[in-house]
C-alpha cells in the first residue's frame, strides 16, 4: 500500500517569508500526489496534483511542489506568505483499489499560522 | 453550481440515537465519497459510490450504512451513535476514478456524541 507522511504537524511563518511543507511518499511505482488545503471550518480545497508531465508543478495562489523521485518527497512551497495561507494542508496519494477504481491516503496535515 | 452541500453543519446525538447526515451535489458526477477527520488525522474512506444503486465499504465502515437512489445524493445513516463516531464529517465526489481525478469536497458535519 502506498503512504504519505508529513514531516511537520505545525509549521509557523512570518508574513511575506517563504514557505515549505514536507511530504516523503512510499510507493512502489510512479505515483499521483496532491496536496489539497483546508480553511479553518471549510471542505478541502485542491492546490495542485502531480500527473507525471513535469515534476514542478504550479498551483493555486502561487504555490507550487516539486517531485523528487530520487528523495521520494512532494515538498510544497510558496516564496512568500500571507495571512490567507494560514490553513491545514493535507499531502495524498491516489492509489489503485482494484480495477479501474483509485482511493485517495490523506497525511495527517500540516498546520500552517502565518504571523504579522 | 452549488458544488458538494452537506447539511446539518452541526449535531450533537445521545449515545444509541441515529441519525442521517445529508450530502448532495450538483456537478453530475458519478463518485461520491464519505470520510471523516479526526483531530490531528488525515481524512480516512468511510464509503463510496461510483453510481446510483451501487456502493462500497471503504477504510471504517462499521457504524455507518450509506444508499444511492440518485446521481445527486449521497447520506450517511448512523444507527447506534457511539462516542467513538464524534468526528468531522467530509462528502466529497468527483467524475472520475481515474489516479489524476480531483475530489470536490462539502464543508462538511462536525458531530459530537454524548
Known amino acids: 500500500a502506498q503512504s504519505v507522511t508529513q514531516l511537520d504537524s505545525h509549521v509557523s511563518v512570518s508574513e511575506g517569508t517563504p514557505v515549505l511543507l514536507r511530504c516523503n511518499y512510499s510507493?512502489?511505482?510512479?505515483?499521483?500526489l496532491f496536496w489539497y488545503v483546508q480553511h479553518p471550518n471549510k471542505g478541502l480545497q485542491l492546490l495542485l496534483k502531480y500527473t507525471s508531465a513535469a515534476t514542478l508543478v504550479k498551483g493555486i495562489n502561487g504555490f507550487e511542489a516539486e517531485f523528487k523521485k530520487s528523495e521520494t518527497s512532494f515538498h510544497l512551497t510558496k516564496p512568500s506568505a500571507h495571512m490567507s495561507d494560514a490553513a491545514e494542508y493535507f499531502c495524498?496519494?491516489?492509489?489503485?483499489?482494484?480495477?479501474?477504481?483509485?482511493?485517495?491516503?490523506f497525511g495527517k496535515g500540516t498546520l500552517l499560522t502565518v504571523n504579522p | 453550481n452549488a458544488g458538494v452541500t452537506q447539511t446539518p453543519k452541526f449535531r450533537i446525538l445521545k449515545i444509541g440515537q441515529s441519525m442521517t447526515l445529508q450530502c448532495t451535489q450538483d456537478m453530475n458526477h458519478n463518485y461520491m465519497y464519505w470520510y471523516r477527520q479526526d483531530p490531528g488525522m488525515g481524512l480516512k474512506l468511510i464509503y463510496y459510490s461510483v453510481g446510483a444503486g451501487i456502493t462500497d465499504k471503504g477504510e471504517v465502515p462499521n457504524g455507518y450504512n450509506v444508499s444511492r437512489s440518485t446521481t445527486e445524493d449521497f447520506p450517511l445513516r448512523l444507527e447506534l451513535a457511539a462516542p467513538s463516531q464524534t468526528s468531522v464529517y467530509f462528502c466529497?465526489?468527483?467524475?472520475?476514478?481515474?489516479?489524476?481525478?480531483?475530489?470536490?469536497f462539502g464543508p462538511g458535519t462536525r458531530l459530537t456524541v454524548l
Open positions: 495524498v496519494v491516489s492509489e489503485n483499489s482494484g480495477g479501474s477504481n483509485y482511493k485517495l491516503t
Open positions: 510507493s512502489s511505482y510512479s505515483p499521483s
Open positions: 466529497a465526489s468527483s467524475y472520475g476514478t481515474g489516479a489524476y481525478n480531483e475530489q470536490f
